[in-house]
């Protein structure tokens, strides 16, 4: 039988796990919500990686797991290594990048920013503010605006004025997008990346070479043309 390995990412807002083989080659992966719940998001992540999984060809030789829950999980599946985000970002960004020196993170409710050179991660630093920036902020939005939160990318490329908001924390960034929305603004995307990738660039500075991994709807579309204007 052939080696593979599972790898679980237990988020504040969201739940992920993958099954590679030994040439880093995705078996089956599964994305869906935490909703409060570590364990039961596990149990049901571990189910949907097992319907994609072929038990008469691979076999499991290790586990490991990340995340804001990684210690909790880890001891539920027995985990043979348990790291922290930002271990895991680069270790895995410079897996298939090996030239990367800036990784900038937008997660559920934090972001990131990890300098790395030669391959390993020699600083790091994450938002001070609240969650300015993150997917969360984004997520109760969509609602507000009444779209999908997949959707968020495409409508900010369709935007010929993107709108500025005002305030940096989010407590304050939602009162002043109701206000916008009211008076007939359009999106808001552009401004609430600015926020939370300028903050972390301008602590730590970035690189030459830069990826965009996290869970932000619609990243492929919007990041990488903006990222350049941080």
Sequence with gaps: ????????????????????????????????WTQGDPIGAVKQLL????????????????????????????????????????TAHAVGTTTFYPDVRTILEIGGQDSKIILVENGVAVDYAMNTLCAAGTGAFLSSQAKRLGIEVEEIGEYALRSKHPTQIAARCTVFAESDLVHKIQMGHPGHYRRRLQRGGGELSQQRGQGQEDRLPGGVPGRRQQEPRRCGGL
């Excluded at 599972?6 to 030994?22: E, F, M, N, P, R």
Aim: net charge negative.
């Design 47 to 86: 189910h949907l990686l097992e319907e994609g999984f072929d038990k008469e060809r691979y076999k499991i030789v290790a586990t490991g797991s990340t995340g804001s829950a990684r210690q909790l999980v880890g001891t539920i599946i027995g985990a043979t290594m348990v790291k922290n985000e930002i």
């Design 1 to 32: 039988m052939e080696n593979a390995y599972l790898g679980i990412d237990v988020g504040s807002i969201s739940t992920k796990g993958a099954i590679i083989d030994d040439n880093n080659q995705i078996i089956s992966s599964a994305y869906i």
